[in-house]
């Protein structure tokens, strides 16, 4: 009867060191993937701040990229109202036989293309900074939809790690 009893010890002793081992086994699952969690984090933390960064530098380049359409909006206006009042001096230089408001129209006409051209350059500055906006826009959305699943599977696992230590 004692041979019988201190087999019954041994094979309980036997299946408790199995149960110690298998949980001793979870819990450096649960140290790892905590670990990666603080990493991941970390890391989505990381990411979060460049992508701040980046957007802070598009809305400072919008910004002066507005400031300069303006000016040359206003520098337009400007040499418009310049041709204007010329043309009001070549009537009286027709009139008294002057030329020379001619070549000062001519060089005025030349300043409206030349501003002209540089308005559409910087509106052509701007529909591109306002497209990589969009983009960045759009980066972002996908890389917080992206953080969001893995924070769903992270948690998905806890709680499958958690549910597995409780057994």
């Known amino acids: 009867s004692s041979g019988i009893n201190a087999e019954y010890g041994e094979k309980q002793t036997e299946k408790l060191e199995e149960k110690?081992?298998?949980?001793?086994?979870?819990?450096?699952?649960?140290?790892?993937?905590?670990?990666?969690?603080?990493?991941?984090?970390?890391?989505?933390?990381?990411?979060?701040?460049?992508?701040?960064?980046?957007?802070k530098q598009f809305s400072d380049e919008i910004q002066k990229l507005k400031v300069d359409f303006e000016k040359t909006s206003?520098?337009?206006?400007?040499?418009?109202?310049?041709?204007?009042?010329?043309?009001?001096?070549?009537?009286?230089?027709?009139?008294?036989?002057?030329?020379?408001?001619?070549?000062?129209?001519?060089?005025?006409?030349?300043?409206?293309?030349?501003?002209?051209?540089?308005?559409?350059?910087?509106?052509?500055?701007?529909?591109?900074?306002?497209r990589k906006l969009r983009n960045a826009e759009e980066d972002v959305r996908q890389l917080e939809l992206k953080f969001e699943k893995e924070a769903q599977i992270r948690k998905m696992k806890e709680e499958s790690l958690t549910s597995d230590t409780d057994h």
């Open 20 to 55: 110690d081992s298998a949980i001793k086994d979870l819990e450096e699952k649960l140290r790892t993937e905590t670990s990666n969690l603080t990493l991941a984090n970390h890391s989505f933390g990381l990411k979060e701040n460049e992508l701040k960064t980046s957007n």
């Open 74 to 130: 206003t520098e337009r206006d400007i040499v418009k109202n310049q041709l204007v009042e010329m043309e009001g001096k070549l009537k009286q230089a027709e009139e008294i036989g002057t030329a020379s408001a001619n070549e000062q129209i001519n060089v005025l006409n030349q300043k409206i293309g030349e501003v002209d051209a540089q308005l559409k350059f910087k509106t052509q500055q701007c529909e591109e900074t306002s």
